[in-house]
């Protein structure tokens, strides 16, 4: 499985960015698909998680109301759609997989990592 994230950029704050991750390889609606963020000197983690058939989502408690996760299962693609964003949401955002499981709730349940696409958000 290879994950192609893309969307990131530099914006101002309570801007909006739509974050996409492609994948290639096995059936993309049989794992489960995961958004994480690293900030410079903090460790990575889990912002958005969302299930097999999009049925279960989850939101850290950060975003909840400013972001949504989202797939699209015919186009092999998960999204991150984030509006009213804040200079604290500045990081590298990585794409994640499960197949197993079917589902990301932890960085140990992470497969397959995409290779990062960098927010930064301007007071």
């Known amino acids: 499985v290879q994950l192609q994230a893309s969307g990131g950029g530099l914006v101002q704050g309570g801007g909006s960015l739509r974050l996409s991750c492609t994948a290639s390889?096995?059936?993309?609606?049989?794992?489960?698909m995961a958004w994480f963020r690293q900030a410079p000197g903090k460790r990575r983690e889990l912002v958005a998680s969302?299930?097999?058939?999009?049925?279960?989502?989850y939101h850290v408690d950060s975003v909840k109301g400013r972001f949504t996760i989202s797939r699209d299962n015919a186009k092999n693609t998960v999204f991150l759609q984030m509006n009213s964003l804040k200079p604290e949401d500045t990081a590298v955002y990585y794409c994640?997989?499960?197949?197993?499981?079917?589902?990301?709730?932890?960085?140990?349940?992470?497969?397959?990592w995409g290779q990062g696409t960098q927010v930064t958000v301007s007071a």
């Open positions: 994640a997989s499960n197949y197993r499981l079917g589902y990301v709730a932890s960085y140990s349940q992470v497969d397959y």
């Open positions: 390889g096995r059936s993309f609606s049989t794992y489960g």
């Open positions: 969302i299930s097999r058939n999009g049925a279960t989502k």
